[in-house]
C-alpha cells in the first residue's frame, strides 16, 4: 500500500479533529510537512525552547494519528513532520508550542507514551541551535563580517578566533548568533552555496556544536 498523501492526511486530520483544526493548513515543503496556522505564525514567534524534538515514530505513523495526542497537552504553533520522497516519515518530527511551560509539560506527559502497541514515541526538548560555525576565512575579519551583514538577516554577534590544524596551519574562524534558529538555518541556506565566491575556496560552513566556544 502506497504512503497517504498530504491530501489525504489532511482530511483524516479533519475527519478526527474537526473544528479543534481552526484555521490550520498542512503543506508540504521539501522534505518536511508543515501544519500551521498562517495568521498566527505572520503573527507570533514562540519564545526559545518552546519546540520538542518527538522521535521512535512508526514510519507509517502520521499528522491524524500524533497530534490528538499532542493537542492533550495544549495548542500548537506548529508541527513539522521529516519526510522521505516515499511518503513515508522519516522516524522523527518537531513540534513548536506557544510557551516553554507547555514544550516541558510535553515532554512530562508524552515521553514514552505507547502510540501503538509495543510502539513507544521519545519526547525531548529540541536544540534551538542558532549558531553557525565558518572556518577557513580569508582577509581581515571586517571584510567577513561585512559580508555575513549584507547576505544574511537577524545577525547578532560574531566572535573570530584562530585554530592551528594538525599539520601547522593556522585557519582563521568565526562562530556567528543568530536571533533565531529559523534566522541561522535560512543564512546557511543562503551561504553555503555561496562560499567560495564570498569567502574563498578553503571556507567551510556548517551549525556550530556546543564545545565550539
Given at each position: 500500500m502506497n504512503p497517504p498523501t498530504t491530501e489525504e492526511v489532511w482530511r483524516a486530520l479533519e475527519a478526527r479533529l474537526g473544528a479543534n483544526l481552526g484555521g490550520y493548513k498542512l503543506?508540504?515543503?521539501n522534505g518536511q510537512r508543515k501544519l500551521f496556522d498562517p495568521t498566527v505564525?505572520?503573527?507570533?514567534?514562540?519564545?526559545?525552547?518552546?519546540?520538542?524534538?518527538?522521535?521512535?515514530?512508526?514510519?507509517?505513523?502520521?499528522?491524524?494519528?500524533?497530534?490528538p495526542h499532542i493537542l492533550r497537552v495544549g495548542p500548537i504553533f506548529e508541527m513539522?513532520?521529516?519526510?522521505?520522497?516515499?511518503?513515508?516519515?522519516?522516524?522523527?518530527?518537531?513540534?513548536?508550542?506557544?510557551?516553554?511551560?507547555?514544550?516541558?509539560?510535553?515532554?512530562k506527559l508524552?515521553?514514552?507514551?505507547?502510540?501503538?502497541?509495543?510502539?513507544?514515541?521519545?519526547v525531548m526538548p529540541s536544540v534551538n541551535n542558532?549558531?553557525?560555525?565558518?572556518?577557513?576565512?580569508?582577509?581581515?575579519d571586517s571584510h567577513s563580517?561585512?559580508?555575513?551583514?549584507?547576505?544574511?538577516?537577524?545577525?547578532?554577534?560574531?566572535?573570530?578566533?584562530?585554530?592551528?590544524?594538525r599539520t601547522g596551519v593556522d585557519l582563521r574562524c568565526a562562530i556567528v548568533w543568530y536571533a533565531s534558529h529559523r534566522a541561522a538555518a535560512m543564512a546557511r541556506r543562503?551561504?553555503?552555496?555561496?562560499?567560495?565566491?564570498?569567502?574563498?575556496s578553503g571556507v567551510t560552513i556548517d551549525w556550530a556544536v556546543p564545545y565550539q566556544h
Open positions: 503543506i508540504q515543503v505564525r505572520d503573527a507570533f514567534n514562540p519564545p526559545e525552547g518552546s519546540e520538542v524534538f518527538v522521535g521512535r515514530l512508526p514510519r507509517d505513523l502520521y499528522e491524524d494519528e500524533l497530534l513539522r513532520f521529516m519526510m522521505n520522497f516515499s511518503g513515508t516519515n522519516r522516524g522523527f518530527a518537531f513540534v513548536t508550542f506557544f510557551n516553554r511551560r507547555t514544550a516541558q509539560k510535553a515532554v508524552l515521553d514514552n507514551l505507547e502510540i501503538r502497541s509495543g510502539q513507544c514515541i521519545g542558532r549558531r553557525l560555525y565558518i572556518t577557513g576565512l580569508c582577509g581581515p563580517m561585512h559580508i555575513l551583514q549584507q547576505c544574511t538577516e537577524d545577525l547578532e554577534t560574531c566572535k573570530f578566533h584562530t585554530i592551528r590544524t543562503r551561504l553555503i552555496p555561496l562560499k567560495h565566491e564570498l569567502f574563498g
